[in-house]
């Protein structure tokens, strides 16, 4: 999926628009993962482990498969 918005509040929307529940786990490409993490932690002064946003486990793609500005979701 694409989207066009990879900071904190770019992906609380995705995640409430598509009806993501905490089955799935976001997969982002390393520097949008960076981008989100950095964002998340200017807003909060923190970031905890797992990352998560409304519940949703955020990882980095460590395969390279997942293409830059895309956002993969995994059943978990």
């Known amino acids: 999926m694409h989207s066009k918005k990879m900071n904190f509040d770019g992906m609380r929307s995705f995640i409430i628009e598509n009806e993501l529940t905490d089955s799935v786990v976001i997969v982002l490409h390393p520097d949008n993962f960076d981008a989100l993490a ?18 949703i486990e955020i990882v980095e793609d460590t395969s390279g498969k997942v293409p830059k500005n895309r956002i993969q979701i995994i059943e978990i």
């Not at 964002?39 to 519940?55: A, M, S």
């Open 38 to 55: 950095m964002d998340y932690i200017t807003i909060h002064n923190t970031i905890e482990r797992p990352f998560e946003i409304l519940g």
